[in-house]
């Protein structure tokens, strides 16, 4: 532990915490490599136009990501917002100053049922409103497709969820083509394998959000790729288009900085290159010593039983250790520092993935302390 992070904390009010639960927004995200922070402070010697650092980065994104546009946005709330913004209004000055006001524009967005989620919340922000397709139990391609009508703006898709009864992404994308709708791809996470960042635009989504912290870029920033013109019209409605080019963009609270967009694309050209199965193998040696020094408590199992994954399962049978999964994940968010796990029914989900080196052994010890 950083005693001098301690004290900082401590003179802000704010209490900190070990996360052992990925990268959550809600934690601050991510932690930049070295290698990321030097370029930022880099970028902090001059001040630079904002637009046309976008434009020129978002190039270079493209060309890193085999997609026809890119484009660096606060977050991959905010690419879903501008996204769902740009297939509203194009690049017309005045669809663009109406927003959130809709009258004779295209306003539906189609969501099968069973995957509405708390993020297309987001998309309504511009004045959209969600079509849901199906039931909860599922939808069927005949039903996604009934859904699809003349007042349809986008299909929105979320990546993480494609479960059997739900029209998987690829034939969704053909439906919602066949009829010239556009399709909006939450890709949030899923940038590993790094495939991920680049399939979706090959199966011919037409615009791709993705969250940049979970490549090792700040909490703050995403990225926004696909159609080159819907790309554009999304860059239209930003911040730096408000301010540089007079446009009445929907977007302009959602800012975002020079550093971070430098960030974003050091960190994508890392995340690229690196060897992602020796980031597992040091993850894993972390869970290894957590297992180790948690060994020989009562009523515990581990999954895996070696370190060979960035995870570890903590299974606890309460009565044979007098503490259930949630009380001791309780106990660990009320220690100084807070530890935040996840909780799995009756396991402890450690991510050793967001840890810091030597943090394990705290989190050990903790929970050592929680179960008496």
């Given at each position: 532990?950083?005693e001098?992070?301690l ?9 900190p ?6 990268h959550m ?10 290698t990321?922070?030097?370029?930022m402070?880099?970028?902090?010697r001059y ?9 020129s980065?978002?190039r ?7 997609c ?11 690419a ?9 209004t ?7 100053a109406q927003?959130?006001?809709t009258t ?10 069973g995957?509405?989620?708390k ?6 922000m511009?004045g959209a ?8 139990a ?5 039903q996604l ?6 007042q ?5 898709y979320p990546?993480?969820?494609?479960r059997?009864?739900l029209?998987?992404?690829r034939?969704?994308i053909e439906?919602?083509?066949r009829?010239?709708v556009?399709?909006?791809v ?6 590993y394998?790094?495939d991920?960042l ?7 989504a037409?615009l791709?959000?993705y969250g ?7 909490n703050?920033?995403?990225i926004l ?11 239209f409605?930003?911040f730096?288009?408000f ?9 302009r609270p959602?800012k975002?900085d020079?550093?971070?967009?430098v960030?974003v ?5 890392e ?7 020796a980031r597992?193998a040091v993850?894993?040696q972390r869970?290894?010593r957590?297992?180790?020094a948690?060994?020989?408590?009562p ?11 960035p995870w570890l399962?903590?299974?606890?049978d ?12 309780a106990?660990?968010?009320?220690g100084?520092?807070?530890i935040?796990?996840g ?7 450690f ?13 050990a010890r ?7």
């Open positions: 532990m950083s001098d992070t004290r900082l904390y401590a003179e802000l009010g704010a209490r915490v070990i996360n052992a639960l990925g927004t809600m934690l601050g995200g991510s932690t930049p490599s070295p990321v922070q030097a370029a402070q880099l970028a902090s001040y630079v136009d904002m637009d046309q650092l976008l434009e980065t978002g270079i994104i493209a060309g890193l990501l085999d026809p546009a890119a484009l660096v946005t606060p977050g991959c709330a905010a879903l917002y501008l996204g769902t913004a740009a297939c509203m194009g690049k017309d000055p005045e669809r663009m927003l959130p006001e004779g524009l295209k306003r539906e967005v189609v969501i099968q049922q995957q509405r989620y993020y297309d919340r987001v998309v309504r511009t409103v969600i079509v849901a397709a199906g039931s909860a599922g939808t069927t391609p005949a497709e009934e859904a699809l009508g003349p349809t703006l986008a299909l929105l990546a993480h969820d494609e059997e009864g029209v998987p992404l034939q969704a439906i919602a083509h009829r010239g556009p399709v909006i939450d890709a949030a996470s899923r940038v394998p790094v991920g680049r399939k979706y635009c090959a199966w011919g037409d791709v959000g940049a912290k979970y490549i090792g870029a700040p703050s920033t995403g790729c696909g159609r080159a013109d819907l790309v554009e019209a999304a860059r409605h930003s730096a288009a301010e540089r080019q007079g446009l009445p963009g929907a977007g959602l975002v020079r550093q971070e967009v960030g694309v050091v960190a994508l050209r995340w690229l290159g690196m060897d992602h199965q597992f993850a894993g869970g290894q957590l297992r180790q948690l060994d020989g408590l009523g515990l199992t581990f999954t895996p039983a070696a370190g060979e994954a399962l903590v299974e606890i309460a009565q044979a250790a007098g503490q259930s999964a949630a009380q001791v994940a106990h660990l968010r009320e100084q520092p807070s935040w796990v909780v799995q029914e009756r396991a402890l989900a991510d050793l993935g967001t840890v810091w080196e030597g943090d394990e052994v705290v989190i903790q929970v050592r302390a929680a179960l008496g």
